[in-house]
């Protein structure tokens, strides 16, 4: 009988290990979030073309209605992408009193604020669900948007995060399962709002950094019930939240102006916490091998690899900081950590540069990516390859290597803000106008 039970347990214990397993390759699988699977720019599984044009390798591309800065997710065989529809034509800012500094923004008008669900075989809109209809409280920097926040999804829950306009959890057939307001936000300057939100089990994960009372707050997935929240002496971020494994225990790392922290994701207690960026922290942090890497380049350049197993209480200027790099860093793409490489883009332009991500040494850079004119997109990783989207339509393709090494140069006609999205041999594309697959 014991044998039996010795037997029966092992089979059961092998099942859940396997079970855990076919869940992690279905989620390396799919890109379900800002910056892909694993939040570092990586699709695992992707390998997308390396050419394109208008009329090379499109599969198809889909005009939506309204205007977002939000990156596509992708699951299974469908795409999930976010829009706020005008419904007033947009005037500009008046001009400002003379000698004060002028505001890069837009005024806000009615939007509508939408979700869209498209056949990743074709772009067809399979079902699409407007959320909000309201007047924004603020404006937004004249290249932004009021769709900004990219959702996110576990494969039954879809999050979709419009800020002060509302947080909202539904199923993957377009039925809102809860809503949430979770304040107004006062942006830097009215630039906006951007911060996606991050899972990880039934924790939802908000970073709520602007020029009022700034927090924190983790919410239950299932119900959008409150589980815990805390205040953060914070100025604006655009920085998503992104959750790791430390020392057997998942925490919340978030970059931001003041400081860097580690958050216990059941508790909200901050585990460790940093010096901070420059001013207008965005990039998001990637991870490896109990390795943070946090960046900024807004009125100065930050570059910090933190290791954050141990780590514990102010860890500035300690151990726990491997290595420091203080020029070249990007204002809003986020790095992308990829096989051991750390690439990033010089402020909001087309200039790359490649680091061992374990030792600080530079491998190249800064180095120009020909036909690219400004960079607002993260780069991404697939195949071997690294991907740079410009604001121009220009896209350069390198080889994932020690040395730049170009292996093409693309051009579609139309202007991209957003991140691209890699799912096995589709790259995804969000520009002003169109949502672009691209396939072989």
Not at 13 to 19: R, V
Not at 28 to 39: D, F, I, L, T, Y
Not at 320 to 345: A, C, H, K, N, Q
Not at 378 to 393: D, T
Request: with cysteine; glycine share 10%; net charge negative.
């Amino acid at each position: 009988m014991n044998r039996f039970l010795v037997l029966l347990f092992l089979g059961l214990f092998s099942l859940s290990l396997f079970a855990n397993e076919e869940s992690e390759s279905e989620t390396n699988k799919n890109w379900h979030q800002w910056r892909g699977p694993q939040a570092d720019g990586v699709a695992p599984y992707g390998d997308p073309p390396v050419e394109w044009a208008e009329d090379k390798n499109i599969r198809w591309k889909a005009d939506l209605p309204g205007k977002g800065n939000s990156s596509p997710i992708i699951w299974q065989n469908r795409v999930y992408v976010t829009s706020a529809i005008a419904l007033e034509k947009s005037e500009p800012e008046p001009q400002p009193e003379e000698g004060r500094r002028r505001r890069r923004g837009i005024q806000p008008v009615k939007q509508q604020f939408a979700v869209f669900a498209l056949d990743r075989e074709n772009g067809n809109i399979v079902w699409q669900k407007v959320l909000r209809e309201t007047l924004p409280h603020e404006g937004t920097h004249r290249d932004g948007s009021w769709a900004s926040a990219s959702p996110i999804t576990d494969g039954e829950h879809l999050i979709v995060h419009f800020g002060s306009n509302g947080l909202y959890c539904l199923d993957l057939e377009g039925n809102v399962i809860w809503e949430k307001d979770l304040g107004k936000m006062q942006t830097r300057r009215g630039f906006g709002e951007g911060a996606s939100p991050a899972l990880y089990g039934n924790y939802l994960v908000i970073n709520w950094d602007h020029e009022g009372a700034s927090f924190i707050v983790t919410l239950d997935k299932r119900t959008g019930k409150e589980l815990w929240k805390f205040s953060r002496d914070e100025v604006t971020s655009w920085s998503t939240p992104l959750i790791i494994e430390v020392d057997g225990k998942p925490q919340v790392i978030i970059n931001a102006t003041n400081k860097v922290r580690g958050y216990d994701l059941e508790t909200g207690d901050i585990v460790w916490e940093s010096g901070g960026m420059t001013t207008n922290a965005i990039p998001s942090p990637v991870h490896k091998d109990g390795v943070v890497y946090v960046m900024s380049g807004f009125r100065g350049n930050a570059l910090h690899a933190i290791k954050v197993t141990g780590a514990k209480g102010d860890i500035t200027g300690s151990e726990s900081i491997l290595w420091e790099f203080d020029r070249d860093t990007p204002y809003v793409p986020s790095p992308l950590l990829y096989d051991g490489m750390l690439y990033f883009l010089k402020h909001n332009k087309g200039i790359v540069s490649c680091f061992d991500a374990n030792s600080g040494e530079s491998y190249y850079g800064p180095e120009r990516l020909d036909g690219i004119e400004g960079a607002y997109a993260s780069p991404v990783g697939a195949g071997g390859r690294v991907y740079f989207v410009g604001m121009n339509g220009v896209a350069v393709v390198v080889n994932n290597s020690k040395e730049l090494e170009v292996l093409a140069q693309n051009s579609l006609d139309d202007r991209f803000y957003s991140s691209p999205a890699i799912v096995g041999g589709e790259i995804y594309l969000r520009g002003h106008d169109y949502l672009y697959c691209i396939a072989k």
